[in-house]
């Protein structure tokens, strides 16, 4: 039995019922004759040949992450961007188009925008919050819908059922980055969405010691995009980080039920200090999508923005400076509170006029909120809002 806890799978069971699975620290595998290699072969997908394209302490983890997701099978890769260009260049070739929001993740937004116009594929950003943004910017050489919901800087969400429903019936394909809210809080395949996408490093490892990526769908759709996406972009994970997202899986419920917690109150303080000027979270009544978000998700993540009572960037930096506890760094979605601020990477990555069509303030923080007390997350908010300065 697959469960996320027990590891009493077929691995294990190979291996003189180890509680935790060994690792198959190995690059290729044998064969006892040339009919049993060239049958490996005829089953390219699922055959253990070679570890770039399959491995078993691999395939034991997408076992349980597609189970997580309701799917029907999971590839895991390198980075969370690797899945995302595999399953975008599963979706489309030369001539096509996308529409992705706005706001979707930095990366994302350099390879649709810049780097796929080498192929001869372009891209329309939308605002994504309403269905007839999408179906507004539909072309007939359409084929992708990219979706982030909620978006991981300043969550817009995206009607998961809507979209699906319309790209159906246009022939269009879905592909959702379902990081904030990890498997555990939004099901978008149970929605209709074809392809679900995550950035590992987040929720799923949560211990901040792992970059990968984990593709989810369909048994056909995965294992053309591992015939080709992974057997040629080459992007596979590691078999010691397959055994450490084993390792994460175990505790993602526990985990997110402490990150939730913690948040909210972390909202709660926020809110009633005087140097916050806005919460931007989808958890919260005052967010303008909240009955969506309510609608499509069961819970809410611990990443959250919010506006600092200024425009002056001095005070914006004089606050994170003085944080202790909440570290400065990128990324999000493991044990330690982490603060950032878009203005910093947004500015380089992003031409000044996708920066200004993002809507992002100088003011705005974002704080990943992490598993250590609540009290003392509050105590160090308190202590850098209270001495903030110009
Ligand atoms: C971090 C992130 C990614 C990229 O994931 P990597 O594992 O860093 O490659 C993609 N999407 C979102 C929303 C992310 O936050």
Redo the contacts with the bound molecule.
Sequence with gaps: MYTLLNDDGPIAKQNQGAVVPPIYQNSLFTFDSWDDIDQAFDDFSDSYIYSRINNPTAKYAEEKIALLCGGEKAKLTA??????VAAVMHCVKSGDHIITIHNV?G??NNFLSQYLNNYGITTTFVKGTSIHDFINAAQPNTRLIFL?SP??MTYELQDLDAVAQFAKSANIKTVI?N??ASPLYQKPLEIGIDIE??????YISGHSDI???AIISDKETINQIIKNEIALLGAKIAPFEAWLILRSLRTLPLRMKKHSKNTKKIIAFLESHPMVRKIIFPGIPSFEQYELGKKQMSGYSGLLSFELNTDDISMVKSFINALKLIKLGV???GHESLVYSPTISYSKELTPEQFQAMNIKVGMVRISIGLESAKDLVADLRQALDGVTG
Excluded: L, N
Excluded at 79 to 84: D, K, L, Q, T
Excluded at 197 to 202: A, D
């Design positions: 980075s969370g961007i690797s899945a995302i993740y990366p994302t982030e978006a991981s980055d990081t904030w996408v995550h950035s590992v490093s987040k970059v990968a990526g990324s999000w979605g």
